[in-house]
């Protein structure tokens, strides 16, 4: 799919490109946001769009041995880099996504969902009938407060959204390390019930070794 440098929705680009349906070209976006290829922002309407980034030609010599550096989704950021940054974390979020399409036997894909009351809200997989929603965390190791916040509020939107569409569907809270997970199925805690009483399940599906070792990489920088 080749992007206009002009800014873009995920609907006028399935338009212009052919792709169907949308949620393949929603899902090509937010994997070359995840590469830093590009950046999806609110539009002057609400909508997200996409914006190509700048980038400056490479030098000769990094062109010459671009064969010899790790993929994508396992790569080292450049030392100027923030520590906040969390390329290998969306990268990983894809590889989970896949991994629980396969567990629940139907396609997932990032979506944009168009509540009764016009507001649009993206979540990071849903199948095609909206049957199943899912956000999803990468992260390794123990849950830190704010972490634990960042997920409640995923939990939270999924809830709101189930609330206002037709229906009730399937609400998962994906995950890529038990650890991560334990403290959110841990129902002697007051938000380990409050989930289970929601229906919001938590599932974990594992990560290739050398995505978890580019994930703790990521936390490494964002913790110093």
Same mark, same amino acid.
């Given at each position: 799919?080749?992007?206009?440098?002009?800014?873009?929705? !995920?609907?006028?680009?399935?338009?212009?490109?052919?792709?169907?349906?949308?949620?393949?070209?929603?899902?090509?976006?937010?994997?070359?946001?995840?590469?830093?290829?590009?950046?999806?922002?609110?539009?002057? !309407?609400?909508?997200?769009?996409?914006?190509?980034?700048?980038?400056?030609?490479?030098?000769?010599?990094?062109?010459?041995?671009?064969?010899?550096?790790?993929?994508?989704?396992?790569?080292?950021?450049?030392?100027? *880099?923030?520590?906040?940054?969390?390329? *290998?974390?969306?990268?990983?979020?894809?590889?989970?996504?896949?991994?629980?399409?396969?567990?629940?036997?139907?396609?997932?894909?990032?979506?944009?969902?168009?509540?009764?009351?016009?507001?649009?809200?993206?979540?990071?997989?849903?199948?095609?009938?909206?049957?199943?929603?899912?956000?999803?965390?990468?992260?390794?190791?123990?849950?830190?407060?704010?972490?634990?916040?960042?997920?409640?509020?995923?939990?939270?939107?999924?809830?709101?959204?189930?609330?206002?569409?037709?229906?009730?569907?399937?609400?998962?809270?994906?995950?890529?390390?038990?650890?991560?997970?334990?403290?959110?199925?841990?129902?002697?805690?007051?938000?380990?019930?409050?989930?289970? !009483?929601?229906?919001? *399940?938590?599932?974990?599906?594992?990560?290739?070794?050398?995505?978890?070792?580019?994930?703790?990489?990521?936390?490494?920088?964002?913790?110093?």
């Amino acid at each position: 799919m080749r992007l206009s440098s002009l800014p873009l929705d !995920d609907d006028q680009l399935s338009k212009r490109t052919q792709i169907r349906p949308r949620q393949t070209v929603n899902q090509i976006c937010r994997r070359l946001q995840a590469e830093g290829l590009l950046d999806r922002v609110s539009g002057s !309407d609400g909508k997200i769009v996409n914006v190509l980034r700048r980038r400056s030609a490479p030098p000769a010599s990094e062109l010459s041995d671009a064969s010899a550096k790790p993929p994508a989704h396992v790569a080292e950021l450049s030392p100027d *880099e923030p520590a906040g940054h969390s390329r *290998e974390q969306r990268a990983a979020e894809t590889q989970l996504l896949e991994g629980l399409s396969s567990a629940v036997g139907r396609s997932l894909a990032p979506a944009v969902i168009r509540l009764p009351s016009g507001v649009r809200v993206e979540v990071d997989g849903a199948d095609a009938e909206q049957s199943i929603l899912v956000e999803c965390w990468a992260h390794i190791g123990k849950v830190k407060g704010a972490q634990r916040l960042k997920v409640l509020t995923d939990a939270f939107k999924l809830i709101w959204i189930a609330n206002n569409i037709p229906g009730r569907p399937r609400l998962v809270l994906c995950m890529g390390d038990h650890e991560a997970a334990a403290p959110f199925i841990n129902r002697r805690a007051w938000y380990g019930q409050a989930l289970a !009483d929601q229906g919001v *399940e938590v599932v974990v599906v594992s990560l290739p070794e050398e995505i978890r070792a580019s994930i703790l990489r990521a936390q490494q920088r964002q913790y110093r």
